[in-house]
């Protein structure tokens, strides 16, 4: 071995040949509020799988009226539009809400998450509404595997709504009492995500339930 | 701005929900342009499935393809979803999401439907159980 090249292997002991820029910087972990909102994304992908198999038990059991009403017959068209619009201005609103809590605006946050709960209290009490009228009319979920699967899914959605308006509410307290503190912010991010993740659940049951439904 | 949101730009990751614009205008330009998409892609929905206009062999799909396109309006407009490379992390694993719902409905489906294909009809079953 001549000198040369023992000098050239001690000065690159790793035979990296000027790539040494290209090491690894090593940033340490994730701020808080990425791994926050990185696990509530995860936890909202498996409510979505878990929706996807109520998705497709009504799909399987669409035409399966037991001689009983079809959806053709029952869904009014109309409410399922007012409801899809109070859903879709509240998550509007939801988001607007996200960005006053940004600029640190605490009067124009609790307005629009005022709003939004309005919206949403309006979406639960149309829901409320076309339950009880289909129940009253014999169309109750015992009626037909189809009804079954309706108001299990419906009613899924329609429970994940009133548990976000609960956290809303407690949202609303929290930031009035604590103000924007870092971990107030870190879930109202999650906030956030879970009332658009329930917008777009709403989207596929308007979809799906409502306007196949009704064609079949 | 907060101390966190310039934490975020320094960082080589964005959680979920989170926006790379940090003013007021251009989010707020984005979550109305995104309702405003949300309330044609729904308009359109509701109006395929009451018309006879359409072809109607053709109108499922275009329910399902309109789902679909307003799904990923809401992905991208509201839960900032999009294909950044800063998002990689959140686009995977909602690939993996997606994969799994596609395997749960898809394959319901297919096998209830083969199902009902090979069967008997019931009152020939209820018969040779007696």
Redesign the interface.
Known sequence: MTDATLAFTQADPHNLRGMQEAVVVH?GP??K??V???G???FL??D??MF??F???Y??LLGKTAGGPSGAQLFD?RSV?AE?ACL??S??TC??A??AA???SARWYQAAMAATCVLGLTFLALEGREFASLVARGAGPTRSAFLSAFFALVGCHGMHVSAGILWLLTMMAQVFAKGFR?DI?RRL?CF??FW??L??IW??V???VY??G??V | MSDQIQDMHGHADVAPGDEEEVRVGPRLLGYVVGLGLAILLTATSFFVAGTDLVWEPSIPVAIVVLAIAQMGVHLVFFLHITTGADNTNNVLALGFGLLIVFLVMGGSLWIMSNLNHNMMPMDQIMQMQR
């Open positions: 940033e994730a701020p509020r990425i926050t909102g990185y509530f994304w995860i992908l498996s979505i799988v996807s198999c998705f497709a038990s799909a399987v068209l539009a899809t879709l201005l998550s509007f988001g607007l996200s960005i940004d600029v640190r870092a912010m991010l956030a995500l658009h993740a917008d777009i989207v596929a308007f979809s799906v306007l196949l009704s064609a």
